[in-house]
């Protein structure tokens, strides 16, 4: 079980607490109007994005579309699948997540265990507010709209209600959260030193996530944030936690996923920077399969090869899922087992991996998980 960092940076949670006390004593209407001045960075199927300053501190913004039914009374802040979304719908593979109240619930939970010393690896949430607001438009083009989405996630009606929702939403969950400059894939170069680094901070994020029974599921490398000096999991709009109501299916297929987090970090990791160094040529798997075959190219850096050896075999395994997910069939099934022994390979006499007939998932403080049995 993974052990408190230290105590939140002093100068860090400062900032965070003036911050949030500075958004919280605004009414809704001058709110609303900091963030229509905010300046705008983006917008994507999961939400749009600015940059404020408050108080002195610089506040990153997110809207997410909060649909009419999950604004209905019973639904507010609930983390149960309203939608009745297929499983596989987690996937970050042009899926518009499972609704507001799931983001905003890991965001009190990453924020929680930032302020308690548990892990400073999350953009602390500063405070959080529905606001009216117009209805996104756009967001699934790249899909060619919702007809398009809804063929491309295999004609589900669900999802087709889902995004119809999305396009008529009349308000907003608006998220101010700690502003982080860089992301992961802007600043990591393909150097030794740099890979290296990058290597022990994914090992410890996602380490902590899966023995806290949480799977962030979209942690590419633009989701992932760094000051320069530690990284951060960010975007947490497909987050799946053992602490949300699950149904049944839902609860098994997020157990099976524990390990999902280490395989898609460390698949981008060689995919987009190791193989850049070294010369993959082929490919990815092509080359993978050489270098555990004992192939491998003259004058690659002793850093880079502790990499390859210590992940190539569970890279392989991943990299063949995500093809396949993202070429042939969203119901691939997920090789969960197969990642779980390559991972014990690599570490036999390290702790017991998450996942079924793993160890049981502990809070922070090493009691049982604590499970809601209805709204956050």
């Not at 929680?112 to 607001?133: I, K, Q, S, T």
């Not at 992961?184 to 902590?208: I, K």
């Not at 490919?283 to 502790?306: E, K, N, S, T, Y």
């Not at 049981?360 to 604590?370: I, K, N, V």
Request: aromatic residues 8%.
């Amino acid at each position: 079980m993974p052990r408190p960092t230290a105590p939140c940076d002093p100068a860090r949670l400062s900032a965070h607490t003036r911050a949030g006390a500075a958004l919280a004593a605004l009414d809704d209407g001058r709110l609303a109007d900091l963030v229509s001045e905010a300046s705008p960075l983006g917008s994507g199927i999961g939400g749009r994005a600015a940059e404020t300053e408050v108080a002195g501190v610089r506040v990153f913004v997110k809207r997410v579309p909060l649909t009419d039914l999950e604004r209905r009374p019973g639904h507010v802040r609930s983390t149960a699948n309203l939608f009745h979304l297929p499983p596989h719908y987690q996937y970050g593979v042009g899926s518009s997540g499972f609704g507001a109240w799931r983001e905003l619930a890991a965001h009190l939970t990453t924020t929680a265990w930032v302020v308690d010393g548990a892990h400073d690896g999350f953009p602390l949430l500063h405070h959080w507010r529905v606001l009216p607001d117009t209805p996104p438009t756009g967001f699934v083009d790249f899909l060619g709209g919702i007809d398009g989405a809804v063929a491309h996630w295999e004609g589900s009606e669900a999802v087709r209600h889902r995004l119809e929702a999305v396009a008529g939403a009349a308000a907003s969950l608006v998220l101010f959260l700690e502003f982080v400059p860089h992301t992961l894939a802007d600043r990591l170069g393909a150097d030794a030193v740099s890979c290296a680094w990058a290597e022990r901070e994914l090992l410890r994020g996602t380490d902590f996530l899966a023995a806290r029974g949480f799977v962030h599921f979209d942690a590419h490398f633009a989701n992932l944030l760094t000051d320069g000096h530690r990284l951060y999991f960010a975007d947490l709009g497909l987050a799946l936690d053992a602490r949300f109501e699950l149904a049944p299916a839902e609860r098994d297929f997020h157990r099976e996923h524990l390990v999902y987090d280490r395989g898609h970090t460390l698949t981008h990791l060689l995919r987009h920077h190791v193989l850049e160094r070294v010369g993959g040529g082929p490919g990815l798997g092509p080359f993978l399969r050489a270098w555990l075959q004992g192939d491998r190219p003259d004058g690659v850096p002793a850093d880079l090869a502790g990499i390859l050896d210590r992940h190539a075999r569970t890279v392989l395994v991943f990299d063949a899922f995500a093809h396949r997910l993202r070429t042939h069939d969203l119901r691939t099934p997920f090789p969960g087992t197969a990642l779980r022994e390559t991972l014990a390979a690599r570490s036999p006499d390290g702790p017991a991996l998450p996942g079924p007939g793993g160890p049981a998932l502990r809070e922070p403080d090493g009691s049982a998980l604590r499970r809601p049995s209805g709204s956050v």
